[in-house]
């Protein structure tokens, strides 16, 4: 092949190699900060009781700076896995802490999405895309306090 034909053969499968790239790099990040969210979950205070569960919460709003939203908690196995939701209401949420995930470091992972947005798409479709981003940075935040 010549150098012509080669460089022309790479330039059309830029975006393609551009796509697994980027996919590359993302789903690292996504493993390195599940890891990551893993680490801190086995080092994080424990929390064992409904009032744990709220005055980590309010510690924990007032780190995240999020004061404007009511935000209850409580423990429950409607899922596999802790979660946060919005329910009735504006600025009305609920994170469930799943009783094998009662860690502090779950509380600021469900508490970063409220405050990231992520429990405010109504679209079930933008809401997986914006799940995508989100997920990540909440394993960052439990585990570094870093607000990215
Ligand atoms: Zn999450």
Known sequence: ?????????VLKNIPELS??????VY???????????GFADESSQEL?????LEACLHEEIGELGIKNKNIAIRFGEES???YAEKINGINN????????????????????????????TDSAFLGRLRYLLSEPKACIYASTGMKL
């Open 1 to 9: 092949m010549s150098k012509i034909k080669k460089i022309k053969s």
């Open 19 to 24: 796509f697994l790239t980027f996919s590359g």
């Open 27 to 37: 789903f690292s990040l996504f493993i390195v900060a599940s890891i990551m969210q």
């Open 48 to 52: 064992k009781t409904q009032s744990q």
């Open 80 to 82: 596999d896995y802790s």
């Open 93 to 120: 949420y609920l994170i469930v802490i799943h009783p094998t995930q009662n860690k502090r470091s779950v509380v600021k992972h469900e508490l970063y999405h409220i405050a990231d947005g992520l429990c405010d």
